[in-house]
């Protein structure tokens, strides 16, 4: 399976110590000669608490040294610390929510709920899936195969063994897992359905710049392709249910093709209006759910399916509607579809 990577700091309270690595370039080289001066360069607002930090052994090198005021710059080195959550992170009261669809000693499989982080980026560090089950499943090497956006519900995998990660991950590389979505977006205005009408494939160009929230489409050669179709209307409400399969990965990819179309999910927060990160109202959450990941299994080579038990609340009447998921409890321990891997009937 690979050579596992070596963290010289343990997971402390489900958070992976953070890995700063030293500049090389000439002009550092020059200006710092132990590694403790570049930390409180690199972070003067916080110098209290590095060195509070260095005199408890908590800062070390990727040799697992700990570092102390004599410590030497090493261009290309490493560093390890933990970092501290952040004062102002929001809390997440959805974590309760979170409903374990299948556990063995390879797989984590959980029904995520809306407006959860997969694992800590931005303003949620501790606030995560993957930070609260190590710590209530005590799995601290647990680890996401893949990743959902915050706003999106459904169905996530992670490993539970770090030597077995790769061979899961590299399926979602590869593309080798199919995914169904469901999402929740105003009908078509006359007239203005796609050529050929529904189902239709949405190809294009997505590129996803550092420091911009929202993904957009360029033009050049597609890197981006969903299959999108129209399964059940509520013309009362002007709002169908619409199946997506993603055959890509890229960012944002199933909420842009369904702007392009004309057609953007409801209360999505990036289209058709950007809002602030973390500005969406709880009670009216992006309506787009992860409904089902199928895959053969990399070490078994046994067909895994895991399907979610959500039901999007706005939902046209009429559709399958799928029983509410279990609540908080469910969590340690349960492994329903241990066997197989399916975790609800198939629509």
Do not use: C
């Not at 990036?270 to 990941?293: H, I, N």
């Amino acid at each position: 399976m690979g050579d596992v990577p070596f963290h010289p700091l343990p997971v402390r309270d489900g958070l992976n110590p953070t890995r700063l690595v030293l500049p090389h370039d000439p002009a550092s080289v020059a200006r710092w000669s132990t590694a403790l001066e570049y930390l409180l360069a690199r972070f003067p607002d916080d110098a209290d608490r590095l060195l509070e930090k260095v005199g408890a052994g908590e800062v070390v090198t990727g040799r697992g040294e700990p570092v102390d005021a004599r410590t030497p710059y090493e261009p290309r080195g490493f560093l390890f610390l933990y970092r501290d959550a952040p004062a102002d992170e929001p809390q997440v009261p959805a974590l309760t929510q979170i409903e374990v669809l299948h556990r063995d000693e390879d797989l984590l499989v959980v029904d995520k709920p809306h407006l959860v982080a997969t694992m800590p980026r931005g303003r949620w560090v501790t606030q995560t899936v993957l930070t609260h089950l190590r710590r209530t499943l005590d799995l601290p090497e647990l680890s996401p195969a893949h990743r959902l956006d915050r706003p999106t519900a459904g169905v996530l995998v992670l490993t539970v063994r770090p030597r077995v990660r790769g061979a899961y991950q590299e399926l979602f590389a590869r593309r080798q897992v199919t995914k169904v979505y469901e999402a929740v977006a105003p009908l078509p205005a006359p007239g203005s359905e796609p050529p050929g009408g529904f189902p239709t494939t949405v190809r294009s160009r997505i590129v996803k710049q550092r420091g911009v929230a929202a993904a957009q489409e360029v033009p050049g050669e597609p890197n981006a392709e969903s299959r999108v179709d129209l399964v059940a209307r509520d013309e009362a409400r002007g709002v169908g249910l619409y199946r997506l399969e993603p055959h890509t990965g890229k960012t944002h990819q199933l909420r842009l093709h369904m702007a392009s179309l004309g057609l953007p999910i409801l209360h999505d927060p990036f289209w058709p209006v950007l809002r602030p990160d973390g500005d969406e109202d709880p009670a009216r959450p992006l309506q787009l759910l992860a409904r089902s990941l199928t895959f053969t299994d990399p070490l078994s080579g046994a067909e895994r399916r895991f399907v979610s038990r959500r039901a999007l609340a706005a939902s046209p009447v009429g559709a399958a509607q799928r029983p509410a998921p279990r609540a908080a409890q469910a969590v340690p321990g349960a492994q329903p579809g241990a066997g197989t891997g399916t975790a609800a009937p198939a629509r």
